[in-house]
């Protein structure tokens, strides 16, 4: 069957909002973060009573009948932009000129960028919602600050998430390719540079969790640029009926899993780095360890692990939730990244003991008794060493897992709070079911 968004668990609101989203990608397959992020607001959203119009592109994703009619059913209208090679090519040559990093020129679509600026005109939306900054060419209204409190535009949201400048930071210093080190430098300059300004033409920014607002609010100032002052926080959720605990009989003794795209750099360099400093000394000490590495588009350095000293490689799987509950440890060995990551809010659900750095746990929070945090080799394959070794250790860690997520991360929960910052924008009160529904911060 193919995946579709949950239904998300939340009454009609009172006061129902037009809203526009606009995306940089088509919300199918639901197999990156992104996609798994927008699939479900916009269930959210429709769940809420909210007309939505979704602006995106044709670009990184496939519908199938299924997913298509999913939309048109929870979408007011959808409108989807062809957007391929020569219009590709073409953003990235303009993008030089405007100083806009490749991951924001790449995407610019005009066509997108009028129609919404006619709609925009008409006064046909209350909130126009842009997903990334890759999508935030497509709002050309003035800069936010001369009419955040001004009723006769809509209120503008920018999903910056995270914060793309520490990402691309953070893997140049991983990088190792000397070629893709000079590109990742440079787009690390333009990220910074854009990242510094282009919040202040929206009404609001949002942003994963605090490592993210302080990275922003450095480049800022170095950029001699004013401080970001219009954040909100607006994490991702999991579902809980689908990540699970597992049965006794789903759990294979010496199972290690890492789930996530592997065509994402941060993720190709953590299992890399995993595998290069920690995976000898783990099957030196238990040698029926074996590592399992799943997600779409594996790399050719990954590819090349499959078959060695216990580790497979699955490619894209139909279901990430199976292998994840098969796991007796799942680990997080991020080295570059920001925002939160999904992968770890997916191993809590389905009480996993969890091993971490610190950088995966960013965005989560997740507190000690939750998960293990390791940043050096050493340590991060002792402490998957102990998990195996003690699996009643490793149940009480996954049990209190399960118990963060079931308490701060489900999808309506965080949703919410985020309506909650949409109406406060518009100069409304919080709906009252946002109150009957609060969970802990």
Not at 12 to 34: E, H, K, Q
Not at 147 to 167: E, G, Y
Request: glycine letters at 6%; hydrophobic letters at 45%.
């Amino acid at each position: 069957m193919e995946a579709l968004p949950k239904v998300m668990d939340c009454p009609p609101s009172d006061r129902p909002l037009r809203i526009a989203i606009v995306y940089s990608r088509l919300p199918f397959p639901m197999m990156r973060g992104d996609q798994l992020t927008v699939a479900h607001l916009i269930s959210f959203l429709a769940a809420r009573g909210h007309d939505v119009d979704l602006y995106t592109l044709d670009m990184q994703g496939k519908l199938s009948g299924t997913q298509r009619e999913w939309l048109e059913r929870n979408c007011r209208k959808l409108r989807i932009y062809r957007h391929g090679p020569v219009r590709i090519l073409r953003g990235l040559i303009a993008g030089l000129f405007r100083r806009e990093p490749a991951q924001v020129a790449m995407f610019r679509n005009e066509v997108l960028a009028r129609e919404l600026a006619a709609a925009t005109r008409s006064n046909a939306y209350d909130v126009i919602y842009c997903y990334y900054m890759r999508s935030a060419h497509a709002v050309l209204q003035p800069p936010a600050r001369l009419h955040r409190n001004a009723t006769t535009f809509p209120a503008t949201f920018l999903a910056m998430q995270l914060s793309q400048s520490l990402n691309t930071r953070r893997i140049l210093e991983n990088e190792r390719n000397p070629v893709r080190r000079w590109l990742y430098r440079i787009e690390t300059a333009r990220c910074e540079w854009y990242e510094a300004r282009v919040w202040q033409r929206f009404t609001r920014s949002v942003l994963i969790g605090p490592a993210d607002v302080a990275k922003v609010k450095a480049v800022c100032a170095a950029q001699g640029q004013p401080e970001i002052d219009n954040w909100v926080y607006g994490a991702h959720g999991t579902d809980l009926s689908h990540y699970r605990p597992a049965r006794p009989d789903e759990i294979v003794p010496g199972r290690v899993v890492f789930s996530g795209s592997m065509l994402y750099q941060p993720n190709v360099q953590a299992v890399l780095w995993f595998v290069e400093h920690c995976w000898a000394r783990i099957r030196a000490a238990v040698p029926d360890a074996h590592l399992v590495i799943q997600g779409r588009d594996p790399t050719a350095p990954i590819r090349e692990l499959d078959g060695r000293d216990g580790i497979s490689v699955t490619g894209t799987v139909s279901d990430m939730g199976i292998n994840i509950r098969s796991a007796s440890v799942c680990i997080n060995p991020m080295r570059a990244a920001g925002g939160m990551q999904n992968k770890l809010i997916e191993y809590m659900a389905s009480a996993k003991a969890i091993v971490a750095t610190s950088i995966a746990n960013e965005g989560t929070m997740a507190p000690d008794d939750a998960l293990l945090l390791a940043d050096e080799a050493p340590a991060f394959a002792d402490a998957v060493i102990g998990i195996l070794s003690d699996p009643r250790r490793g149940a009480a860690l996954g049990a209190a897992a399960r118990h963060y997520v079931e308490s701060n991360w489900t999808w309506e929960s965080h949703f919410l709070k985020l309506e909650k910052a949409i109406f406060e924008s518009l100069g409304l009160p919080a709906d009252p079911v946002e109150e009957r529904a609060a969970v802990p911060a």
